[in-house]
């Protein structure tokens, strides 16, 4: 079975606090998420800040418009530092997502890692060439353009 990794990083002009309180509210995730994907929270009571062993169920359009039901749990939290999600329900195989904010001179350093594993063997390895990594990238591009939009542009570009 093929296993990936993603990696995203971002500087972002403002402080830890301010991008914290911003990225660990479930609620702000439609903000980051293109339109297309139709991205809705299903979950009946969301908190405004994430902690360990949240459980948040969401629908998802992410190929073709087809609609798939995501339930991520997340399972660590270090306010300030990072917070990490994990699929239990969703079309990956695995899904292991690390969201890290570390000082920078010019704001702060956000990192995402995501490791994940598609499903169906082979055929999974096959999508993911043609598609899976290419539509992160896309979704991801996205993320940045709408954090640019909210905090502003730094003078550091990173990957």
Do not use: C
């Amino acid at each position: 079975m093929a296993f990936y990794q993603f990696t995203k990083e971002q500087i972002v002009p403002t402080s830890i606090a301010e991008l914290w309180q911003f990225i660990a509210a479930p609620q702000n995730l439609k903000e980051i998420t293109p339109d297309y994907m139709g991205f809705d929270i299903t979950s009946q009571e969301v908190p405004n800040l994430m902690y360990p062993g949240m459980i948040i169920s969401y629908t998802v359009r992410p190929i073709l418009g087809i609609k798939t039901t995501w339930v991520t749990e997340i399972t660590q939290v270090r306010t300030g530092h990072y917070f990490v999600d994990e699929q239990r329900v969703g079309p990956y195989s695995l899904w292991h997502h690390q969201h890290i904010l570390e000082p920078h001179d010019e704001g702060v350093l956000m990192r995402d890692i995501v490791s994940y594993q598609p499903p169906l063997g082979w055929l999974g390895k096959v999508a993911n060439s043609l598609l899976i990594r290419k539509k992160l990238a896309e979704i991801f591009d996205y993320r940045t353009h709408a954090l640019i939009k909210r905090f502003g542009e730094s003078p550091v570009i990173t990957s």
